[in-house]
């Protein structure tokens, strides 16, 4: 890995999905952390996966989040949310996007293995 071309891709996926992720990205040799995190509207518990892959690998790394991540829908009670507006009956389920994943890439200014 050099130094010029760095990105840091961070991936928030479901929990169910992370693992095989995971798996996916060390097969292609790209190096990955994952750290336990939280969603802050569902409070469940979500993986933040680390990748930090040349720049003409990101596309690559997106395609693996695609092809493992899929996005579906759940409804939730509002009973369970954080907060839900004056005007909503408490006996609706709210419809809420689960799975699938969010990423975030960025510039990395400097790495180094001590
Ligand atoms: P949560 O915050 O628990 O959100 C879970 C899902 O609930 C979201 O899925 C979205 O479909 C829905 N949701 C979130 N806030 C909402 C709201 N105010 N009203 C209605 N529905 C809402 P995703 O968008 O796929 O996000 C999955 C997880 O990724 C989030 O879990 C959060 O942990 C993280 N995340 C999403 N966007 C983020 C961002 N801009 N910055 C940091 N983390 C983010």
Same mark, same amino acid.
């Given at each position: #890995?050099?130094?010029?071309?760095?990105?840091?891709?961070? !991936? !928030?996926?479901?929990?169910?999905?992370?693992?095989?992720? #995971?798996?996916?990205?060390?097969?292609?040799?790209?190096? %990955?952390?994952? !750290?336990?995190? *939280?969603?802050? +509207?569902?409070?469940?518990?979500?993986? *933040?996966? =680390?990748?930090?892959?040349?720049?003409?690998?990101?596309?690559?790394? /997106?395609?693996?989040?695609?092809?493992?991540?899929? %996005?579906? *829908?759940?409804?939730? $009670?509002?009973?369970? =949310? $954080? +907060? /839900?507006?004056?005007? %909503?009956?408490?006996?609706? $389920?709210?419809?809420?996007?689960?799975?699938?994943?969010?990423? /975030?890439?960025?510039?990395?200014?400097? +790495?180094?293995?001590?």
């Amino acid at each position: #890995m050099s130094n010029g071309q760095l990105k840091l891709v961070v !991936i !928030i996926s479901a929990d169910s999905d992370a693992d095989r992720l #995971m798996k996916a990205l060390i097969g292609r040799g790209y190096p %990955a952390t994952k !750290i336990s995190s *939280t969603g802050g +509207f569902l409070h469940r518990g979500n993986a *933040t996966i =680390l990748s930090g892959v040349e720049s003409n690998e990101v596309d690559e790394v /997106f395609a693996l989040v695609r092809a493992e991540c899929h %996005a579906r *829908t759940e409804y939730v $009670p509002v009973q369970t =949310l $954080p +907060f /839900f507006s004056e005007g %909503a009956s408490l006996s609706e $389920p709210v419809e809420v996007r689960v799975g699938g994943a969010i990423v /975030f890439v960025l510039n990395v200014e400097r +790495f180094e293995k001590t």
